[in-house]
């Protein structure tokens, strides 16, 4: 990485001033800094999707995640109730 860096450098010190080299990598510094804080602040909203085994009763849903759409076009369903899984049907609105 610090080759990299190092590389750049040479070949920017041809091009540009190095008053705007460093503005430019403290700006992507910047951007990745604040691109960690907002990962490190809303990670704890994710949650890892429940799974139907492979076991499940229907065969649409084994190892599909739950929710996952099942059943046919005529009577359409998602995989509910883990971790032996149901195709259990959609309620249409009428």
Do not use: W, Y
């Amino acid at each position: 990485m610090l080759e990299k860096l190092q590389k750049m450098a040479e070949e920017a010190a041809t091009r540009v001033s190095r008053r705007r080299f460093l503005g430019r990598v403290g700006r992507g510094a910047l951007a990745a800094a604040a691109a960690m804080g907002g990962l490190l602040a809303l990670g704890g909203d994710a949650h890892a999707a429940q799974m139907c085994d492979a076991t499940s009763q229907a065969l649409q849903c084994r190892n599909q995640p739950v929710g996952t759409l099942c059943g046919t076009r005529d009577r359409p369903g998602r995989c509910s109730r883990p971790p032996s899984c149901r195709c259990v049907a959609i309620k249409r609105k009428r």
